[in-house]
C-alpha cells in the first residue's frame, strides 16, 4: 500500500541534493551527531543514515515508527544485526560504484607502476630508477575481477580503456555484456587464475564470501600477481595474503582489511610490495550528489507504494 505523506529523517548534508519530493515531508538530522534521535522524537516512517552511519546503527530501533533504513554504504552485513522487526533495509546499490571503481584502478596502476616506490624516493631526495623495466604495464595485462556487480561493471569498462584484457566471475555464469564476452561462474576460478596478472576482488561481505579469497585462491595465481580488495576485508584471508606477500611472491593493493582499522604497527603496513589506502574508495565530493539522486528515488518509492526499492533485508 502506498504511504500517503511519509516522514523522512535525512542527514542534512544529503538534503541539498534531494529532487523534488511532492508528498514527502523531509526531517533533516545532523549526522555527526549520534547523540540525538533523528526526527527529534516524531515519527518517521523512513530513516535514512549518514555515510559514516555506524553510530547511529544501535540507535535504530530509538526512532519512533520507523519502518524503513536507506543505508548509504554498499555493504550492509554491518547493520543485519540491528534492524528492527518488520523494518525495511535497503543499502546504496549503484551509488559508491564509480568512485570505488577508480579507486580500484588508481590503486592497480600505482602498484602496477610502482608509484610507492617513487614517493618514498622522492621523500628521500632521491633520483630512483630501479624499479624501471621491473614492473608489468596495466596495458595488455590480464585482470580477473571477482565479484560482477555495479563496481565490477564500472571497472571492467575503465579497464578496457587502459586496454586490459578483463575477465569476469561472478557467483553463477552468464552471458556477457558491452565489456566481457562472458560472466564466469566462481566455480571456475580456480581455473582462471593461472595467467592472471591482476585479481580485482569486489563481491559483496556474505557468510558465503567470507574468506573466499583463501591460501587456495591465491596459491592458484602466478608469481608477482597482483591483489586488489575493494570488496570487505573479511573476503580475503589476510594471514595467507601477508605469507604470499612477506615471500615476495605476490603483491597487494587494499583498501579494505581484516581487522579495520588496522591498528598501528601491522605487518600490512610494513610488509613489501603491499599497498594500504584506508577504506576511502567511495569517499568522494561526488558521493553527496549521488546518494541526494537515491534517496530520492528511495523516498518516491515509498511514497508511492509504501516500500523502499532493492531491499536486501527485512527486519
Known sequence: MPSPSPVAAVPAEFVP????????????????????????????????????????LKRMGEVPGVRAVVLASAGYEHALPFVPEGVQLANAVGVHDTPTAEMALTLILAAQRA???????????????????????LADSRVVILGYGGIGRALA??????????????????????YVDAVHGIEELPSLLADAHVLVVAVPLSERTRGLVDADVLAA????????????GP???????????GSGRLRAAVDVTDPEPLPDGHPFFSTPGVLVSPHV?????????????????????????????????EG
Do not use: K
Open 221 to 232: 595465481l602466478p608469481d608477482d600477481a597482483l591483489v586488489v580488495n575493494v570488496a570487505r
Open 17 to 56: 541534493h534531494l529532487g523534488p519530493l511532492e508528498g514527502v515531508e523531509v526531517l533533516a538530522y545532523d549526522g555527526h551527531d549520534a547523540t540525538t534521535v533523528p526526527g527529534g522524537g516524531r515519527e518517521v516512517d523512513v530513516l535514512v543514515l549518514p555515510f559514516y552511519g555506524r553510530p547511529w
Open 115 to 137: 608509484i610507492p616506490d617513487y614517493v618514498r624516493a622522492q621523500g628521500e631526495g632521491r633520483w630512483d630508477t630501479t624499479a624501471i623495466g621491473q614492473r608489468r604495464a
Open 235 to 245: 573476503v580475503v584471508d589476510t594471514e595467507a595474503l601477508l605469507a604470499e606477500c
Open 157 to 178: 569498462r575503465r579497464l578496457l580503456a587502459c586496454e586490459a584484457e578483463v575477465v569476469a566471475v561472478a557467483s553463477r555464469a552468464r552471458a556477457g555484456d558491452e
Open 281 to 313: 574508495g567511495g569517499g568522494t565530493p561526488a558521493a553527496y550528489p549521488r546518494m541526494g539522486a537515491y534517496v530520492s528515488r528511495q523516498l518516491t518509492a515509498y511514497r508511492d507504494h509504501g516500500r523502499l526499492d532493492h531491499v536486501v533485508a
